[in-house]
């Protein structure tokens, strides 16, 4: 795919994800597909260029540096909101699990 193409479609679903305006819960859980579908896909392309020594090759080191920087925080800020919300899930489960031992105990 070409930059120019590339581009076009990373405009189009940005402009698709800023308009999203979720009213109940499948169309949250449809928002959240679609912004992981955009992160994944934008992941792939990010790949695409990182194995490429021809691609690589025309960044600079500071360039490459910031570009470093920013993904460090991404995944930083990502595996953060993962862990909380595998937390309070896991909390959850445990609650449950106990309350159904409390009701079967003779």
């Given at each position: ?31 959240i ?7 994944n896909?934008?992941?792939?392309g ?8 021809s ?8 360039e ?22 595998t ?14 031992t ?5």
């Amino acid at each position: 795919m070409s930059t120019d193409n590339w581009l076009e479609m990373l405009m189009k679903i940005q402009k698709e994800i800023d308009g999203l305006n979720p009213t109940d819960r499948l169309s949250h859980v449809s928002g959240i597909v679609m912004c992981i579908s955009a992160i994944n896909n934008s992941m792939i392309g990010w790949s695409k260029w990182l194995i490429s020594p021809s691609v690589m090759n025309k960044f600079s080191e500071q360039e490459l540096k910031k570009i470093f920087e920013y993904f460090k925080a991404l995944s930083i800020n990502i595996l953060e909101e993962d862990m909380y919300w595998t937390r309070k899930k896991q909390k959850k489960k445990r609650k449950k699990k106990n309350n159904k031992t409390k009701l079967y105990r003779v």
